[in-house]
């Protein structure tokens, strides 16, 4: 569990950073971070793992608070950054054992450890005395994963993770993810790719100008979220705008029409395929469009 209260870490300017920043992040629930380029996503993640130090406000892990008690609050956190943090040059196994080391695990143990992982994330034997030059970018992510998990933590925080693999590897990330959050971990996951956050996520936290602008349980998208009916016959007029407009607003995209259903309109997509064949139209296809996270991102620059 992460508690953060009025939490504030500026530079380079009073309008960079994060700013008052309060929120109670829960065990066994994953939460998305979502906001524009320098929206102060990175940097809430860097003062939570004590990359950064706050300049003023709190954070509390497990109950440890990361000023008075910065190890003990430390030792229950894994972060899985924006990017490669390793040694060029050096073995990757030995690397992600001596983190291990640094975290209290003894040598042999973290040796076992940090090798069953790489292997566990898809770096075989052959790669594990490998240096970071032989590995690509979604190697180098998988080893990064693999670092981040080297001690079980209770609290998981990744930036940008998805960033460097291929379909295998989100879909193996994912899998990690929501296993961890059926062990009561607190996830907390940054990222521009919405429509993998939207799967995973039980949270959205909105980050805007370095404050919480909003946060919503992503159940409650298609609540506030508009729905899409997408159609098209093979006997369309202009007629069928007017016919369509009771039902929310419409409007035609090349041979498909579109209709945006407000969350108040009480509409069945059936009432639409009702109206349209008693009014003489022949339906080749209809499409319901759920709304999604990235329609609300959009709706809410």
Do not use: W
Not at 70 to 86: Q, S
């Amino acid at each position: 569990m992460i508690e953060l209260e009025k939490l504030t870490k500026t530079y380079g300017g009073k309008d960079n950073g994060i700013h008052n920043i309060s929120v109670e992040l829960k065990d066994g629930k994953i939460y998305g971070l979502v906001g524009e380029n320098g929206a102060g996503k990175t940097t809430l993640i860097k003062t939570i793992t004590g990359i950064f130090r706050q300049n003023s406000g709190s954070v509390s892990i497990n109950g440890y608070d990361s000023t008075r008690e910065r190890t003990e609050a430390l030792m229950n956190v894994g972060l899985m950054p924006d990017g490669v943090i390793l040694n060029i040059d050096r073995s990757i196994l030995q690397q992600i054992s001596f983190y291990g080391q640094t975290r209290g695990m003894g040598e042999d143990e973290s040796v076992e450890k940090a090798g069953m992982l790489m292997t566990r994330f898809g770096l075989g034997e052959k790669l594990h005395d490998a240096s970071l030059r032989r590995l690509s970018l979604g190697q180098k992510r998988r080893a990064m994963l693999a670092m981040c998990m080297m001690t079980d933590p209770g609290n998981i925080l990744m930036d940008e993770p998805y960033n460097g693999f291929d379909p295998d590897g989100m879909r193996m990330l994912n899998e990690l993810i929501t296993y961890e959050r059926s062990k009561g971990k607190t996830i907390i996951i940054s990222s521009h790719i919405l429509k993998e956050l939207e799967s995973v996520v039980d949270e959205i936290i909105f980050i805007k100008n370095g404050r919480i602008s909003d946060q919503l349980e992503i159940s409650s998208l298609d609540k506030i979220g508009k729905k899409k009916i997408l159609f098209s016959v093979s006997n369309p007029n202009d007629e069928i705008l007017t016919l369509m407009e009771e039902y929310g607003g419409i409007r035609k995209i090349g041979n498909q029409y579109e209709i945006s259903i407000s969350p108040d309109k009480k509409v069945k997509p059936e009432d639409i395929n009702t109206a349209l064949v008693k009014s003489g139209y022949s339906v080749s296809s209809f499409k319901v469009e759920n709304p999604s996270l990235e329609d609300l991102y959009f709706s809410k620059k």
